[in-house]
């Protein structure tokens, strides 16, 4: 590869922050339904904590093993933006979100605001359903500061007088069950025609001053904690994973403090007294002008009675131009590949694949991977079925898909007791690829019948994020799947594949060979172009190649949802790098990858992937990528993946030289909604 000095990259830390600021806007678009609106601020809350409890969290380890805590100027930069943002949020949300859903007469009613009827309804709803589960800890000696678990809701209170003993202990916690609803709606015979709210955290401060007989309550907070949620598990240290992620689990809920939150009205000598318990810096204090877990107002958008509020509801269609209605998934798949674009087409025909294959008696062999399922899905359902009837069931579970560890257990624990064999994927790796395939006898042969995935086999986020779905009894590529399930349950060495790319083996590798034709064609004069859409670009010898190719002339079109450490627009380096943004109704989570280095057919390729261009998918997973080889099909992906993405002027946003994103427009075409039409 040709030795140049790099641009300087941009920081992934600050990547995240700036895709949670794209979300943001969504929050105050006027095309964007009203609770939709609100729902983008749940999201933006939702991806913060996991900033926090991941990305961050890893960011101050590292910081604090090379003792460059104090002088990482780039994370530094990542807490006032991090402040800045959830500034933001909190005055879209007071601003612009609530008082639009006001005017639409949704409400969430103040104590201060509530009528004597409505009050008297929150103080019986408070001795009913609240105070019986709320036990108010008195600190001293014999009562240390509790266990406050992860993004729990607590409250601090400052009391004068003394106790029940004479003794003036000052400071009391109530901390507040996970099982008590945060948003509760008041009877409409109470609300004058509206639908009216009350907050979980209204309720008991309305009501602070009873849970302390006897005492004044001079000043208290809500306060949150977000803690470091990665699960510690030595897997060469461990005789069996999932029995050391289940007892990892118990405590992953008190892992190492990295936030507080309180309200702006905390007095500081509380939220002195929270960070000194918690043993924070002040820059880890974030005060908030709300309830300090805008996740929970999911609750009100799924309360409120209000179509017009909400997208217009989409239903994903069957394809049946590929797949008529009446015939077999797998008889049409012996005909040709199928190629399913989620969640404008729809899932069922996946379902209906692993169906066929359960109940068809020449089917002998089924294997899957498990990423993420979800509690409940009809596919394992299906595999326990298949196992009931007698046939090999390999499932490859990766029980540290992170958040989803506990479902993967239980699920794993279901396979195994019906004679499913579970594998947990390679020591050290974590099974990111997404393979179903079934083996059927037919005559004197085995034929093999697969689904490769770009996203996770979960029905429900199947209509929430764009995927591709692809089926096929392509032998080639059937016989590779096959070789990647027998290395991933024996640990032999993989057999060399013929057309699957596998990391950690030859994926990032041949990407970059793949990069390198492109850069020669440039430096030849012959048509040199790279089109490429993922979830995120950091991995630095990915980046490296598509610098090397861009110096070299190849004009290079990339669709990066998330964080982005390539600059573009660099003189003398990426000039001819283009990066874009797509943030809509749906969560982009497609994997396109497309390379061009010549004038004929032969000179280009196109893959799609499991894998984001990052070093833990290239170096630390198991991923593939397969190439689309059918010249329809490779079009329909162009068509349907790359050119709408790169000519979207409603939910693109373009990444400039400096690491900020600037709207591609606000009128044009959106890509998503050419999509529904096209396939409604």
């Known amino acids: 590869m040709t030795s140049f000095r790099a641009p300087a990259l941009i920081s992934r830390e600050r990547s995240i922050l700036e895709f949670n600021r794209r979300v943001l806007a969504q929050a105050r678009r006027k095309d964007v339904p009203l609770l939709e609106r609100l729902r983008y601020i749940c999201i933006v809350s939702s991806n913060m904590d996991e900033f926090f409890e991941v990305r961050f969290a890893d960011a101050l380890e590292a910081a604090r093993l090379t003792d460059e805590l104090d002088d990482d100027e780039d994370l530094a930069r990542a807490v006032v933006e991090a402040h800045a943002l959830i500034d933001e949020q909190y005055r879209v949300f007071n601003e612009e979100v609530m008082p639009a859903l006001a005017a639409e007469r949704i409400v969430i009613v103040n104590h201060a605001d509530r009528t004597e009827a409505q009050r008297q309804w929150v103080s019986q709803f408070f001795h009913r359903e609240v105070q019986p589960l709320l036990m108010p800890l008195g600190l001293d000696p014999a009562h240390p500061f509790p266990q406050v678990a992860n993004k729990s809701l607590n409250f601090i209170a400052q009391l004068a007088g003394a106790d029940a003993f004479g003794r003036e202990n000052s ?11 945060r948003i509760i709606r008041l009877p409409d015979r109470l609300t004058d025609g509206r639908q009216a709210f009350v907050m979980l955290t209204s309720v008991i401060r309305a009501h602070l001053a009873e849970l302390f007989p006897g005492r004044q309550v001079l000043a208290f907070s809500q306060f949150r904690v977000t803690r470091d949620s990665d699960l510690d598990v030595d897997e060469d240290d461990v005789t069996n994973l999932r029995q050391a992620l289940r007892s990892e689990l118990t405590t992953r809920h008190y892992g190492r403090e990295i936030r507080l939150e309180v309200v702006n009205t905390c007095p500081p000598e509380l939220a002195q007294f929270l960070l000194n318990q918690f043993d924070l810096p002040p820059a880890a204090l974030y005060r908030v002008n709300g309830p300090v877990n805008l996740v929970r107002m999911n609750t009100l958008i799924d ?9 217009a509801p989409h239903e994903p269609t069957w394809p049946t131009a590929q797949l008529p209605r009446g015939r077999r998934v797998m008889d049409c798949m012996a005909e040709r590949d199928i190629l399913l ?3 404008f087409e729809s899932f069922d025909p996946v379902v209906q694949f692993l169906r066929e294959a359960v109940e068809d008696p020449k089917v002998l062999a089924i294997k899957q991977t498990i990423y993420r399922t979800g509690t409940e899905s009809v596919l394992m359902e299906l595999l326990i079925e298949a196992a009931r009837r007698g046939k090999e069931v390999l ?9 989803d560890e506990e479902a993967n257990i239980n699920w794993a624990e279901r396979l195994e007791r019906v004679g499913v064999q579970v594998v947990y994927g390679i020591v050290g790796l974590k099974t990111h690829a997404k393979l179903l395939l079934a083996t059927r006898k037919e005559g004197r042969h085995m034929v093999r019948y697969a689904h490769l995935s770009t996203g996770n086999y979960n029905s429900k986020t199947a209509r929430l994020y764009t995927d591709l779905g692809f089926l096929t009894t392509d032998p080639e590529i059937t016989a590779d799947a096959d070789a990647v399930f027998r290395h991933l349950a024996s640990l032999n060495p993989l057999d060399r594949t013929k057309r699957l790319l596998v990391a950690p083996f030859d994926l990032q590798s041949t990407l970059v060979e793949l990069m390198q034709k492109v850069a020669g064609a440039a430096r030849a004069g012959r048509p040199a172009r790279i089109v490429a859409k993922f979830n995120a670009l950091t991995d630095p010898v990915l980046i490296g190649a598509l610098l090397e190719a861009g110096r070299a002339g190849a004009e290079i079109d990339l669709i990066v ?9 660099v003189p003398g380096h990426s000039e001819k790098i283009r990066v874009r943004s797509v943030v809509g109704r749906f969560l982009e989570h497609t994997r396109v990858l497309y390379f061009r280095w010549g004038e004929s057919e032969r000179d280009e390729a196109l893959y799609l992937s499991s894998a984001d261009w990052m070093t833990r998918n290239m170096l630390r997973r198991i991923e593939i990528a397969w190439p689309v080889r059918d010249a329809a099909l490779r079009q329909r992906v162009i068509d349907e993946c790359l050119v709408p993405y790169l000519h979207d002027g409603r939910d693109a946003w373009v990444l400039e030289s400096d690491g900020h994103y600037r709207r591609a427009g606000e009128e ?13």
């Open 171 to 181: 400071i009391a916690i109530i901390k507040v069950p996970r099982v008590l609803p």
């Open 303 to 311: 309360l409120a009675v209000a179509p017009k509020l909400r997208f």
């Open 341 to 343: 674009h989620q969640p």
């Open 395 to 403: 499932a490859v579970v990766e029980l540290k898909a992170r958040f």
């Open 561 to 569: 949802r998330g964080a982005c450490m390539l600059p573009p627009g």
């Open 668 to 680: 044009g075409l959106s890509a998503q909604q050419a999509l529904v039409a096209r396939h409604g």
